[in-house]
């Protein structure tokens, strides 16, 4: 069963907007964490943001933040403002540990391509 | 600045070759994975490593090893290419559970 869940392959935006992408997850684990990561045309993998799962507040960090819904296993990316820069390929990833084992790991969904229209 | 570094951008290996794919981080991290990403499917984990000589499983570790002889060196082994193992291969690692982790710049693997 998948354990990261992005319904979304691509979408489209006009500039300014704001744009929610969404994620969701399942775990048995009561610990676990919660990350997004931009992929623009380079390739590279940027790190945006990251969410405990005891964290009580939702992550911010500038223009973006983690809508963390603990409840219904969701943890969507909200980017306000959206800029020309903001084009990429979006991943939601997820870090829990594993069975029997003091090892965590982390996994990936399949992404969201987002396209900022000017 | 942290830094995890790929042995090669790009390979081009033909079918049946044993290929090494090398990754080496300068953080002191203990946490290692080796993911593939194709179109579609985002990145999936084919092993990591949690210490020196610790490896486990990831969820495609099908016609691949590794090797982690030294915390910053890990790699990742095919052992008879096949033409479906053509792809781009992500390293990275991280410090610990609570924090992200970061990725070299990728290689692309063909296998002709």
């Known amino acids: 069963a998948q354990k990261i869940t992005q319904t979304q392959p691509g979408m489209f935006v006009q500039e300014k907007e704001a744009v929610t992408l969404d994620c969701t997850y399942d775990?048995?684990?009561?610990?676990?964490?919660l990350f997004w990561y931009k992929q623009p045309s380079s390739g590279e993998m940027i790190f945006l943001i990251y969410?405990?799962?005891?964290?009580?507040q939702n992550a911010t960090e500038g223009r973006y933040s983690l809508n963390f819904q603990k409840a219904r296993k969701s943890a969507n990316l909200v980017i306000s403002a959206s800029q020309l820069g903001d084009s990429a390929m979006y991943f939601c990833?997820?870090?829990?540990?594993?069975?029997?084992?003091?090892?965590?790991?982390?996994?990936f969904g399949s992404g969201t391509r987002l396209s900022i229209r000017p | 600045d942290v830094k995890v570094t790929q042995s090669s951008r790009y390979l081009v290996k033909r079918t049946g070759e044993k290929v090494f794919l090398e990754c080496v981080q300068d953080?002191?991290?203990?946490?290692m994975f080796w993911y593939r990403q194709d179109p579609g499917l985002g990145l999936r984990l084919i092993y990591f490593?949690?210490?020196?000589?610790?490896?486990e499983k990831g969820d495609i570790p099908e016609g691949y090893s590794v090797s982690r002889e030294k915390k910053e060196r890990f790699s990742l082994i095919l052992e008879s290419a096949s033409t479906n193992q053509t792809s781009m291969y992500l390293c990275?690692?991280?410090?610990?559970?609570?924090?992200?982790?970061?990725f070299g710049q990728g290689t692309r693997l063909t296998v002709v």
């Open positions: 969410q405990g799962s005891y964290d009580e």
């Open positions: 953080m002191d991290h203990e946490n």
């Open positions: 990833a997820m870090r829990e540990g594993v069975e029997y084992s003091s090892a965590s790991k982390i996994i």
């Open positions: 990275a690692s991280s410090r610990d559970r609570n924090t992200e982790a970061f």
């Open positions: 490593s949690y210490d020196v000589k610790m490896k």
């Open positions: 775990t048995s684990d009561q610990s676990y964490g």
